[in-house]
């Protein structure tokens, strides 16, 4: 069972919750309307999954995501107020995904993606990379997806975690780095009966057009440019996962 905590001013918004959640066995959650309310029950019970809507009446300038992350919860954003003045604000901060609400009701989209990260248990992800921080970086990301994160920082490494798992779903190659020959990696996979299912991510550090395209012919299913944005990484992570149901 998966804790939910969702804050939300609008007693309207919370009906629509309560409604969608009632045929729904996975989650126990609660619902509270402020900010001082949330504090309270973070301060004492542990939740999975959070929704919030970031301006309340007694914290108007997105505490809320704040006070999430300090007990190490990335919070699903449904609110009206999303623009650049918000991703601006909201750069450094732990957040699953922004919804906006609309006049027709997204609290259905919120539900999905609370779906989805429930399934995204029983994906495995496999980052291969000899930076530590780099790395670091890209599970931490993952983890708030709820994805199951494996780490390599060599060819040798990536093998092995790869004979020990083959159920992993999906390889995250940073191909720039010099313990790493993603070439011998993307060939490793593809040669492997019990591992062509796996869809590969390959990273580079800028546009060249030969070596990415010697990837994508030796099977990597996708490429992202490293100054990637966070919501890109995500889209092209979903994408792939997702040509594997």
Known sequence: MSRLLIVEDSIIVQAVFIKLLEGIKNFEYDLVSSYEEAKKLLSHSRYEYGVVEHILKDAPNGEIIALFNKHYVAPIVFTKHIDEDFFDDFEGAHIV????????????????????????????????SDSIIYSSYLKQNLNFHSFKVFNANNNEAAYEKLSLHP????????????????????????????????????LAEETNSYFVSELL?????????KDFSRDEFYVRVYQNINKLC
């Open 167 to 202: 159920e992993i779903d999906l390889l995250i190659l940073d191909s720039n780095e010099p313990y790493v020959n993603a070439m011998e990696v993307v060939s490793y996979v593809r040669e492997r009966k019990e591992l062509e299912h796996i869809k590969i991510i390959a």
């Open 97 to 128: 995904e922004y919804i906006k609400k609309v006049k027709h009701q997204n609290e259905v989209n919120v539900i999905k993606k609370l779906k989805q990260l429930q399934v995204n248990k029983q994906k495995s992800v496999l980052v291969v």
């Open 217 to 225: 012919h030796a099977g990597a299913d996708d490429y992202l440019i």
